[in-house]
């Protein structure tokens, strides 16, 4: 049997678009950290083959422990100046600071995820695999919603994202550890672009 996390945890990848409020717990992630608009830049499509790569590699080296469904692209998104969230329109992509993620089954461990690098970099050995990280992350309370359509879009979901929390006595707790959160969940290269669906998430705390 192969296991789909996106259909076993709905709750985490496939909210509604009505905002909702969550408990997200611990988790295992590779992550790479990068700068500079995705749209342009040759080091964010490196680190997403970096990524999907190292993804793809434990999958099918521990086939006997776990078949399951790679999950999506992530990403935890700032911004080198003041930004705090709040719908927000960023004009200067180029000032993105992203750590791009992909979770990966409570099994995978540093060794197991050693193995993993050391096997790609032998297989592509063009791939920087030393910007690869294994973090086990918890981002806690937050608020979350589906959004669909442009990324160009997002800031007007993003409005009623944080409009949500504030009408229930919550207040936005963006800051250098906790931040804007993306869940990609359809391929943009597939799907079009007023039919993307990307889970937008925020931490927040009790007002």
């Known amino acids: 049997m192969t296991i789909d996390f996106k259909k076993t945890e709905k709750n985490l990848y496939l909210p509604s678009t009505t905002p909702s409020i969550i408990d997200v717990p ?33 999958k099918m080296t521990s086939k006997k422990i776990l078949e399951y469904v790679v999950l999506p692209l992530e990403g935890l998104w700032s911004v080198d100046d003041d930004f705090r969230g709040s719908g927000e329109i960023i004009s200067d992509k180029s000032k993105f600071i992203w750590t791009m ?5 409570d099994f995978v461990t540093e060794d197991v995820f050693e193995v993993a690098k050391a096997a790609l970099q032998k297989k592509k050995p063009n791939l920087d695999i030393s910007k690869a990280r294994l973090k086990m992350i918890t981002e806690g309370l937050c608020v979350q919603v589906m959004h ?3 990324y160009d879009d997002e800031p007007k979901t993003i409005l009623k994202l944080d409009g949500y929390a504030r009408e229930n006595g919550y207040v936005l707790d963006i800051n250098e550890s906790r931040l804007h959160h993306e869940i990609y969940i359809s391929d943009p290269r597939k799907v079009a672009s007023d039919k993307l669906k990307t889970v937008l998430r925020h931490p927040i705390k009790k007002g």
């Not at 950290?33 to 990524?51: A, F, H, I, Q």
């Not at 993620?101 to 089954?105: E, G, H, V």
């Open 26 to 58: 611990l988790m295992t992630f590779i992550t790479v950290d990068g700068k500079g608009d995705p749209n342009t830049s040759l080091e964010y499509t490196k680190v997403v083959e970096l990524l999907y790569n190292l993804s793809y590699t434990i």
């Open 101 to 105: 993620m992909i979770r990966q089954p």
């Open 148 to 150: 669909i359509g442009s």
